[in-house]
């Protein structure tokens, strides 16, 4: 194996790390194993989560929420998505909206308007801004109004 496959590798299975959830149905169990009853159950494809701990073929994560469970391997999904401003979220509120922008930094022009808890696909982070499209629209968001990248993290 190459340098460059083994450190990917080795990055795969670093803990904790952003994934997203494969299926629209996930049963998200109180233990590592079928055994264990159901605590919660996932109905959004492409929801972002955060691997805490491995156990066979069985993911501990946690959701921008803070609910934490187990998963099987399989219906998690390597795939980069985020959460935008999923902490501005108030029962009975409006949801705020953050722009997607034509250009990283402050200097872009908004491309569309995107509400709290709208699911992006990530393309690229530089550790401040992300690249990312929100159905047929792409741009770019802070970093810091993103749940599902680590602050800091860069992607290419």
Known sequence: MSAVAQDASAQANQEPRFASLKASKVNLRKGPGLDYPIAWVFRRAGLPVKIIREYESWREITDAEGTKGW??????????TAQVLPWELKKGEPRPQEPLSDWPG?????????EAGVIADIHTCDGSWCSVSVGDY?????????????KGEVLE
Do not use: E, F, N
Request: aromatic share 6%; proline share 0%; net charge positive.
């Open 71 to 80: 998963v099987l391997r399989t219906l998690i999904s390597g795939r980069r």
């Open 138 to 150: 792409k741009g770019y968001i802070a970093q810091g109004k993103l749940w599902g990248v680590a």
């Open 106 to 114: 402050r200097g872009g022009s908004a491309v569309a308007m995107v």
